[in-house]
């Protein structure tokens, strides 16, 4: 019986709070405003400092013709005979095998680049499924400067507005390679996903 008391005193107390408005403890704070300061610097710069910080090794190239120059080199530097390209676009160029689970290093398009975190948004619709960013030891990804936006919050928008009502099924932001760390505090890459990421931006304009 005293346990049902309890309960209906706790139910009453909820009761009376939702009846209550509770003032906002910043009324004067408006919402719509960036959280972040915009940035000083162009967005490739912002991206590509913040990238190489989480470890991702970022290329910058004046056209694709340069792309395909500096992939190749990488490719023939590393010896990687088995390539896995996702792209449509780049699967004739860079495309070596369709066996994911045994590739050397895949080769994938983005939806957008977050400046501010230096993270890839990638979503099933680019990749033609969810694993090719993250089962391969090594990614490779290809963007266009014209995906640079500033933060999170506007990449999601324009996922949005570019999909509306198709929404891919997986959408994902890669920060660098995969880390984990132990109970040591000892950090290890490549545990749950690609040990090395490397970030080729092509000038779009």
């Given at each position: 019986?005293?346990?049902?008391?309890?309960?209906?005193?706790?139910?009453?107390?909820?009761?009376?709070?939702?009846?209550?408005?509770?003032?906002?403890?910043?009324?004067?704070?408006?919402?719509?405003?960036?959280?972040?300061?915009?940035?000083?610097?162009?967005?490739?710069?912002?991206?590509?400092?913040?990238?190489?910080?989480?470890?991702?090794?970022?290329?910058?190239?004046?056209?694709?013709?340069?792309?395909?120059?500096?992939?190749?080199?990488?490719?023939?530097?590393?010896?990687?005979?088995?390539?896995?390209?996702?792209?449509?676009?780049?699967?004739?160029?860079?495309?070596?095998?369709d066996d994911l689970a045994g590739c050397d290093?895949?080769?994938?398009?983005?939806?957008?680049?977050?400046?501010?975190?230096?993270?890839?948004?990638?979503?099933?619709?680019?990749?033609?499924?969810?694993?090719?960013?993250?089962?391969?030891?090594?990614?490779?990804?290809?963007?266009?400067?014209?995906?640079?936006?500033?933060?999170?919050?506007?990449?999601?928008?324009?996922?949005?507005?570019?999909?509306?009502?198709?929404?891919?099924?997986?959408?994902?932001?890669?920060?660098?390679?995969?880390?984990t760390a132990d109970i040591e505090k000892t950090?290890?890459?490549?545990?749950?996903?690609?040990?090395?990421?490397?970030?080729?931006?092509?000038?779009?304009?």
């Open positions: 019986m005293a346990v049902s008391t309890a309960k209906e005193n706790i139910l009453e107390r909820i009761r009376q709070a939702l009846l209550t408005p509770v003032p906002l403890p910043f009324p004067l704070i408006d919402n719509n405003l960036p959280v972040f300061p915009p940035p000083q610097d162009a967005l490739e710069l912002v991206f590509a400092e913040e990238f190489t910080k989480l470890q991702g090794k970022f290329v910058f190239c004046i056209n694709e013709q340069e792309l395909i120059q500096q992939v190749q080199q990488l490719v023939s530097l590393k010896q990687w005979n088995k390539l896995y390209c996702s792209d449509t676009k780049w699967s004739g160029i860079f495309g070596a095998t290093a895949s080769v994938t398009g983005c939806d957008y680049l977050v400046a501010r975190t230096g993270s890839i948004l990638l979503s099933a619709a680019l990749q033609q499924g969810r694993t090719a960013s993250v089962y391969a030891p090594v990614h490779i990804c290809i963007a266009y400067n014209h995906q640079l936006v500033f933060d999170i919050k506007e990449a999601l928008i324009a996922l949005q507005n570019r999909y509306q009502d198709n929404m891919p099924s997986f959408i994902t932001l890669a920060s660098g390679p995969s880390r950090l290890v890459t490549g545990v749950h996903g690609p040990k090395e990421v490397y970030l080729f931006l092509v000038d779009s304009q």
